[in-house]
């Protein structure tokens, strides 16, 4: 079973000693169409709006606001509102996330090299430095750390429930979750 879900942001239990746990909200989710387990289901995110999301809510009968579109496995048999019991019974999630993006960085920031001395007239400074090898092989290695593009990835963990309030939708996972607050991510019941 899986779920979109919002990234609230983290906090702490009051217990001594104290967990650090990350607040998601789980978000209004309709069923439209279940083949096999397997759904195409609607949620709702910002105004986009165009003919193709006019044509979808047409079919499955849906309002205004339900303007995306994904497919995931639910306990759903048939199309409504999207049953959220597993997550009260569940005891660890698989939650997927993008990283924040950072661009395109250079190898100290990105793979935490010590750069050059800063002393003395130098011109090493953040840079890479000798990248290659002798006559043999003649060639860069793949997967020689580089600069390049740093973040946004998706990046799965597993996180242990805290909590889960069917009535507001919040759920309270032990540690921390990728992303930015307000980003949507997806859960999966591991266990």
């Not at 600069?147 to 996972?173: C, H, M, R, W």
């Amino acid at each position: 079973m899986e779920f979109i879900v919002q990234k609230i942001g983290m906090s702490r239990t009051v217990s001594v000693p104290s967990t650090p746990v990350t607040l998601l909200k789980v978000l209004d989710t309709k069923v439209c169409e279940v083949t096999d387990g397997v759904a195409i289901v609607s949620y709702s995110k910002g105004k986009k709006f165009n003919k193709a999301i006019e044509g979808q809510q047409k079919k499955y009968n849906l309002s205004k606001e339900f303007n995306r579109f994904a497919t995931m496995s639910v306990a759903n048999a048939e199309a409504g509102d999207l049953d959220v019991s597993g997550l009260g019974e569940a005891q660890t999630l698989k939650t997927t996330f993008k990283t924040k993006g950072r661009g395109f960085t250079g190898a100290v920031k990105r793979w935490n090299f010590a750069g050059g001395r800063a002393s003395h007239g130098h011109r090493m400074g953040r840079r890479v430095g000798s990248i290659g090898n002798c006559e043999w092989p003649g060639r860069v290695q793949p997967g020689k750390k580089m600069p390049g593009q740093y973040g946004n990835t998706n990046v799965s963990v597993k996180n242990d429930i805290v909590s889960f309030d069917a009535e507001t939708g919040i759920l309270v996972l032990k540690g921390s979750v990728s992303g930015p607050n307000g980003a949507l991510g997806k859960v999966k019941v591991a266990k």
